[in-house]
């Protein structure tokens, strides 16, 4: 089956992002989506082509409406951003019967109700993932994995540029302007950085959270919303002697016969998961009445991780229009003549770092002749302890982390530790993961 046709409006840092995940990924999207996802028309006026790869298969114009009005686009994503034209772009699409993928949380904050309508009408889909967040699929979280919840409140950090500010003035002692500087040269900012740091994005983005929450019209201007600009180096400095940390939240939370909307700088305590979410990260905490507390945690903006939750909503649309209604999303996740054979690997063949503990007569040369068996066999050890007798002529422990190594060459050097007289009995074996990006 052909690949299905799409048309993107913006090849900003979003926008090249997102050609780059759907080049990259072709294949494995296509197994996913059950057809290729073919970006083959784009408008903008102004892009880094270095940066971007495939914009050769693509037919770029600086006319956004050619591509939306274009007969052979079958899914519009718009990542211009920002009210107008987005909105009448969008609108246009969908008065020409186009599926509408999008990140823009203004438009949807201000205008989803009237584009959701618009949609409805017309039988397509307006899919926005990417508007919160940014890589978190916190929408489809709420929506489709909490769905059986009555949803208590859900609270966000959900501006990375604000929570890089809080963070670097907490950490570093940062001057606010100069983190606000370097958000904007790493492409988090927004066009208007007021926008972040006077909580308008993140009010953009609880408005739509509270939406599909409590299941209510969006209503951005029933937001109560403050921004972090009043926030000293003092503050954070008070707020820690009393253990919290300050963060700039949005917070959506039903209450009596109503609903608090509301965006501020908050103290929360510094031993909660959500008060340790630093940097450009985000996260949204969301009580509901069957499951409790869930947490979902990561990248609120940048190119790649916007790009994540454009192309899942481009897998979704395709899967809807391509595969029989009633196994819409397949099973495995990937169409079931796709699956791969993709071989699992014995435990043998993975390869970790390890903490050892070994009980050891305390005598000269033993901790010497251990490091020799490791290093036979090619084991780096990046610290060694060993802890006091308990009595006189006792048996120690003695305490390593390797570096990484294959689990096949730690279990031949740890049956040679074992075998020696000097060690009593089994090795103690716990493999670490750093869990680093
Ligand atoms: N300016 C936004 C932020 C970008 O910093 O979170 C993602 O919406």
Redesign the pocket.
């Known amino acids: 089956m052909d690949a299905v046709k799409v048309g993107l409006l913006g090849l900003g840092t979003v926008g090249g992002g997102t050609v780059n995940v759907l080049t990259r990924n072709a294949e494995e999207i296509a197994r996913r989506a059950g057809r290729g996802i073919r970006i083959t028309h784009a408008a903008a006026r102004d892009y880094d082509a270095d940066s971007i790869t495939g914009l050769d298969q693509i037919e770029i114009t600086d006319d956004a409406f050619d591509v939306v009005n274009n007969p052979e686009v079958e899914i519009v994503i718009e990542l211009i951003g920002g009210y107008s034209p987005a909105k009448e772009l969008v609108l246009q699409a969908i008065e020409n019967g186009k599926h509408v993928i999008t990140a823009n949380?203004a438009l949807i904050a201000l205008h989803g109700n009237e584009i959701f309508a618009a949609a409805q009408a017309k039988g397509v889909t307006v899919a926005f993932e990417a508007a919160v967040a940014?890589g978190i699929p916190i929408i489809k979280a709420m929506r489709e994995g909490l769905a059986a919840n009555r949803i208590e409140w859900a609270v966000g950090i959900?501006?990375?540029?604000?929570n890089?500010i809080l963070s670097e003035m907490q950490d570093k002692g940062r001057d606010f302007d100069d983190v606000l500087a370097e958000?904007q040269a790493l492409g988090?900012?927004?066009a208007d950085p007021t926008?972040?740091v006077e909580g308008i994005?993140a009010a953009h983005?609880l408005t739509i959270i509270g939406a599909i929450a409590f299941g209510i019209p969006l209503q951005f201007d029933k937001t109560y919303t403050e921004g972090i600009s009043k926030i000293g180096q003092q503050d954070v400095a008070y707020a820690g002697e009393f253990g919290y940390r300050i963060k700039h939240l949005g917070i959506a939370r039903r209450n009596g016969n109503g609903v608090e909307m509301r965006v501020h700088p908050t103290l929360i305590p510094e031993r909660r998961l959500i008060a340790n979410v630093d940097g450009?990260m985000?996260a949204v905490l969301v009580m509901g009445d069957a499951v409790g507390p869930t947490l979902y945690y990561g990248a609120?903006?940048g190119a790649e991780p916007?790009a994540s939750a454009v192309v899942a909503d481009a897998v979704d649309v395709v899967r809807a229009l391509t595969t029989d209604p009633e196994n819409r999303v397949p099973h495995l996740a990937f169409q079931p003549n796709e699956l791969s054979d993709i071989p699992i690997l014995s435990i043998d063949e993975i390869e970790t770092a390890y903490y050892l503990r070994l009980q050891v007569a305390d005598k000269s040369g033993v901790m010497a002749t251990i490091a020799g068996m490791l290093a036979e066999s090619g084991i780096s050890i990046e610290a060694i302890k060993q802890k006091e007798p308990t009595e006189k002529g006792a048996s120690v422990s003695l305490v390593l982390l390797t570096h990484r190594v294959l689990e096949r060459q730690m279990n031949q050097a740890i049956e040679q530790i074992e075998s020696l007289e000097s060690v009593e009995g089994e090795v103690t074996r716990i493999r670490i993961e750093q869990l680093e990006s």
């Open positions: 949380k940014g959900i501006n990375g540029t604000g890089f958000a988090y900012a927004e926008f972040d994005d983005k450009v985000n609120g903006a916007t």
